[in-house]
């Protein structure tokens, strides 16, 4: 089992930054990738980005991409969400998961989750 916690969001301006973080405890060794996806009232969760935890290897969401960037201290057993250029759309709440095998960009690849932490983005 993999315990995932998140933390770090909050309430920001449209243009402004905010970085998630995310660490795991329990069969942290397990995890192969760790990614984020978040979810707006009455959306279907969306896929953000994700890192392998070995190589490093990211992928981002074409709506993200160049704004938000997928970091990960192993040593730790954390990874960070950096987002800048923060627009009203990406309010949400933010999960992060971790899965034990190749993942990308379905929920339904990830066995883990944390409980979500709200971003919301005023404009």
């Known amino acids: 089992q993999v315990q995932l916690v998140e933390s770090g969001g909050g309430l920001v301006q449209a243009g402004g930054s905010l970085r998630l973080s995310c660490a795991a405890s329990?069969?942290?060794?397990?995890?192969?990738?760790m990614g984020w996806f978040r979810q707006a009232p009455a959306k279907e969760r969306e896929f953000v980005a994700r890192i392998t935890r070995s190589y490093g290897s990211t992928y981002y969401a074409d709506s993200v991409k160049g704004r938000f960037t997928i970091s990960r201290d192993n040593a730790k057993n954390t990874i960070y969400l950096q987002m800048n250029s923060l627009k009203p759309e990406d309010t949400a709440v933010y999960y992060c998961?971790?899965?034990?095998?190749?993942?990308?960009?379905?929920?339904?690849?990830?066995?883990?989750w944390g409980q979500g932490t709200q971003v919301t983005v005023s404009s």
């Open positions: 998961a971790a899965a034990n095998r190749p993942a990308t960009m379905t929920p339904g690849q990830y066995a883990y």
């Open positions: 329990g069969r942290t060794s397990s995890t192969y990738v």
